[in-house]
T-cell receptor, first 111, second 113 residues
Framework: GNSVTQMEGPVTLSEEAFLTINCTYT??????LFWYVQYPGEGLQLLLKATKADDKGSNKGFEATYRKETTSFHLEKGSVQVSDSAVYFC??????????FGAGTRLTVKP | DAGITQSPRHKVTETGTPVTLRCHQT?????MYWYRQDPGHGLRLIHY???????DKGEVSDGYSVSRSKTEDFLLTLESATSSQTSVYFCAISPGTEYEKLFFGSGTQLSVL
């Protein structure tokens, strides 16, 4: 079945550090891939997406590239801010009523 | 923000009691979903609805039932709550099957003692 594996946290970085959160997937067919962010006390919000191989999703300085050959969709940001502190979820779907989420990675950015 | 309201926001109950969580939307979206969020598991789909009185099971539906008698309301019921159902429950809505338009509510923290 479809599944997502993302790096375990928590991740703690200093402001302006480089961020990578790893995500790999297993899927039948051709999945669409997503990163969601959850701020404290809130629901998930879509951060970025990619729908086919080699697509790069980007938003708010975050980027992720759909790598079919390595079945990966790693999230990166060149310079994190304190306001980026949140939980990040990688997700995929091949069937539009079956979104599968990773376990989430908590990021804390210190000033 | 998409108009999604979950109620209650927090609930503590005892094992064996029935519990109903409510999701209310003001967006007139066709699809509504219930997820549970647990440490180490991310979000898992419980049930979803694709229209009034049209529902289907998700990945972890055992012990849960749902109902949708109006477009705007989607109810999740635990007929006899168990401690394993202690979780954070999220409702989500979407107008169709485009996942970039999936919006989440703020969640309900349920504790079953």
């Amino acid at each position: 079945g479809n599944s997502v594996t993302q790096m375990e946290g928590p991740v703690t970085l200093s402001e302006e550090a480089f961020l990578t959160i790893n995500c790999t997937y297993t899927a039948t067919g051709y999945p669409s891939l997503f990163w969601y962010v959850q701020y404290p006390g809130e629901g998930l919000q879509l951060l970025l997406k990619a729908t086919k191989a080699d697509d790069k999703g980007s938003n708010k300085g975050f980027e992720a590239t759909y790598r079919k050959e390595t079945t990966s969709f790693h999230l990166e940001k060149g310079s994190v801010q304190v306001s980026d502190s949140a939980v990040y979820f990688c997700a995929l779907t091949t069937n539009n009523n079956d979104m599968r989420f990773g376990a989430g990675t908590r990021l804390t950015v210190k000033p | 923000d998409a108009g999604i309201t979950q109620s209650p926001r927090h609930k503590v109950t005892e094992t064996g009691t029935p519990v109903t969580l409510r999701c209310h939307q003001t967006e007139n979206h066709r699809y509504m979903y219930w997820y549970r969020q647990d440490p180490g598991h991310g979000l898992r789909l419980i049930h979803y609805s694709y229209g009034v009185k049209d529902t289907d099971k998700g990945e972890v539906s055992d012990g849960y039932s749902v109902s949708r008698s109006k477009t705007e309301d989607f109810l999740l019921t635990l007929e006899s709550a168990t401690s394993s159902q202690t979780s954070v429950y999220f409702c989500a809505i979407s107008p169709g099957t485009e996942y970039e338009k999936l919006f989440f509510g703020s969640g309900t923290q349920l504790s079953v003692l």
